[in-house]
């Protein structure tokens, strides 16, 4: 019973790196989100996607890319790491039908330095 | 812009003793979602509320949900050690493809 899987689960970036942030699901959901969580706030969404080949920005999507090349596979891309990404990151998604709740990852602690 | 207030941020309490924490919203919106969060963890959805005076009971938690006063409560009876984590309530407007808006979370020690 994988459910949001995320890899990896802790990672420390030099300011100016990059990364890709790995995310897949097993239960055939059409919808996928990455939020980020800093410390003490609660969740704020970067960016989303409905289907395979569509995604769209959240509310914090400067910084950020994603691709949706698959229904399982939702990788967000890091490029040029600052320090104002350090935070946790997580993973979720949802089948978008009526009354379906978010299924959430792990999350990734990624600390910017 | 759909912003959630919750309070309060922390709240520490005794062992048997009741609490409720609010949950405030600005626009209107078509579900409203509570999670727990334990420290280090991912959230655990507790309850999804979806209409006008929808009131959902799980142990010792009791939420409820009033539209007219865009208003989310989360009750605890007689508080256990257990129950402490931080608790997020989260909103969901109809037709924006289930993405949430969060509240800031509220902190809630339970003590001997």
């Known amino acids: 019973n994988a459910g949001v899987t995320q890899t990896p689960k802790f990672r420390i970036l030099k300011i100016g790196q990059s990364m890709t942030l790995q995310c897949t699901q097993d239960m055939n959901h059409n919808y996928m989100y990455w939020y980020r969580q800093d410390p003490g706030m609660g969740l704020k969404l970067i960016y989303y996607?409905?289907?395979?080949?569509?995604?769209d920005k959240g509310e914090v999507p400067n910084g950020y890319n994603v691709s949706r090349s698959t229904t399982e596979d939702f990788p967000l891309r890091l490029e040029l790491a600052a320090p104002s990404q350090t935070s946790v990151y997580f993973c979720?998604?949802?089948?978008?039908?009526?009354?379906?709740?978010?299924?959430f990852g792990s999350g990734t602690q990624l600390s910017v330095l | 812009e759909l912003k959630v207030e919750q309070n309060p941020l922390f709240l520490s309490m005794q062992e048997g003793k009741n609490y409720t924490i609010y949950c405030n919203y600005s626009?209107?919106?078509?579900?409203l979602y509570w999670y727990r969060q334990d420290p280090g963890k991912s959230l655990e959805s507790l309850f999804v509320l979806l209409s006008n005076g929808a009131v959902k009971q799980e142990g010792r938690l009791m939420a409820s949900l009033d539209t007219k006063a865009r208003l989310s409560t989360l009750h605890i009876t007689a508080a256990v050690h257990d129950l402490s984590a931080t608790y997020f309530c989260?909103?969901?407007?109809?037709?924006?493809?289930?993405?949430?808006?969060f509240g800031t979370g509220t902190r809630l020690q339970v003590t001997l």
């Open positions: 979720a998604s949802s089948s978008g039908q009526d009354w379906e709740k978010l299924f």
């Open positions: 989260a909103v969901e407007r109809k037709g924006t493809a289930s993405k949430l808006t």
């Open positions: 996607s409905v289907g395979a080949g569509i995604t």
């Open positions: 626009t209107t919106s078509d579900r």
